[in-house]
């Protein structure tokens, strides 16, 4: 499934739920954006600024901030993910 939304995920190099994110949305053929927050502090703040949250992964589909892992694995199991993407 080929999707067309804009995906961003902001996330660090060692955070497991930040993987656990990226392939699923891969595995939805999501086309993603990925800002590593990790060593980039002005990332993190925008980050910060856009989610009102200081945790990653933040994603983001189009403008609409889905939040994190938990999140999104929760909209996947509503089938609520599919039509987002």
Same mark, same amino acid.
């Given at each position: 499934?080929? *999707? *067309?939304?804009?995906? *961003? ?5 060692? =955070?497991?739920? =930040? ?6 949305? #891969? ?10 927050? #990790?060593?980039?502090?002005?990332? !993190? /703040? /925008?980050?910060?600024?856009?989610? #009102?949250?200081?945790?990653?992964? /933040? ?8 939040? #994190? ?11 609520? !993910?599919? *039509?987002?993407?």
């Amino acid at each position: 499934m080929e *999707t *067309t939304a804009t995906v *961003t995920v902001y996330s660090t190099n060692t =955070c497991p739920y =930040c993987v656990m994110a990226k392939h699923l949305l #891969g595995a939805k053929g999501a086309a993603m954006t990925e800002i590593d927050v #990790g060593s980039d502090y002005e990332q !993190l /703040q /925008q980050m910060m600024a856009r989610s #009102g949250r200081r945790t990653v992964p /933040q994603i983001f589909i189009g403008d609409v901030h889905v939040g #994190g892992y938990d999140d999104l694995l929760a909209l996947d199991r509503q089938g609520k !993910l599919d *039509t987002m993407l």
